[in-house]
């Protein structure tokens, strides 16, 4: 069965950062743009980054330019977001997503909650 | 705001048919395909519709997807309760270089 699980959210003050990790498993990993979507309470979904395959290529929204990097580690079938310099407004469920835009984001993972307070 | 507008509720009985709309520009739905998903209450996305108007397996002929222009089209035939959810329309923006989304649609089926 193909799997993404996220972990790695949690509760953390503001200004501070978390790396989020994303494993595959089920199917093959490493041909695959991969993509972190977010979404706050009661709002609506959120694109924040997407890297391809062999990490020559990454992309980022631009409310997280600059803070936030996405990587991936083929070997472990994994992909990661590292959020520095984390705000209220980053307080989200963050999904990821494999596939390129242009076919469609067809795996999601469950999301793992990140809360940015003090 | 996003980018990519949606209506934020369409409703409609059981049985029947609906359409939710989803409008862009030229560097986005007017130079790409168009993807759409189902979020279901409390759960993760679900891609729909690829490519404007592809079903992945497993997703009924009752869904279908069309475009023109700048502008996107969900529909959904035969409407069923359990088809209450968030719709989602999305697509990469030439100009920004980023994913967009549109603001999502809420279905009530009543």
């Known amino acids: 069965e193909e799997q993404l699980v996220e972990s790695g959210g949690d509760l953390v003050q503001p200004g501070g950062s978390l790396r989020l990790s994303c494993a595959a498993s089920?199917?093959?990993?490493?041909?695959?743009?991969m993509n972190w979507v977010r979404q706050a309470p009661g709002e609506g979904l959120v694109w924040v980054s997407r890297?391809?395959?062999?990490?020559?290529?990454?992309n980022y929204a631009d409310s997280v330019k600059g803070r936030f990097t996405i990587s991936r580690d083929n070997a472990k079938n994994t992909v990661y977001l590292q959020m520095n310099s984390l705000r209220a407004e980053d307080t989200a469920v963050y999904y990821c997503?494999?596939?390129?835009?242009?076919?469609?984001?067809?795996?999601w993972g469950q999301g793992t909650l990140v809360t940015v307070s003090s | 705001q996003s980018v990519l507008t949606q209506p934020p509720s369409v409703s409609a009985a059981p049985g029947q048919k609906v359409t939710i709309s989803c409008s862009g520009s030229?560097?986005?739905?007017?130079?790409?395909?168009v993807s759409w998903y189902q979020q279901l209450p409390g759960t993760a996305p679900k891609l729909l519709i690829y490519?404007?108007?592809k079903r992945p397996s497993g997703i009924p002929d009752r869904f279908s997807g069309s475009k023109s222009g700048t502008s996107a089209t969900l529909g959904i035939t035969g409407l069923q309760t359990g088809d209450e959810a968030d719709y989602y329309c999305?697509?990469?923006?030439?100009?920004?270089?980023?994913?967009?989304f549109g603001g999502g649609t809420k279905l009530t089926v009543l």
């Open positions: 089920g199917f093959t990993f490493s041909p695959y743009w």
């Open positions: 030229s560097s986005n739905i007017g130079s790409n395909y």
């Open positions: 490519e404007n108007n």
């Open positions: 890297i391809n395959s062999d990490e020559s290529s990454t």
């Open positions: 999305a697509t990469w923006d030439n100009s920004l270089s980023a994913g967009v």
């Open positions: 997503a494999r596939g390129a835009f242009s076919e469609g984001l067809d795996d």
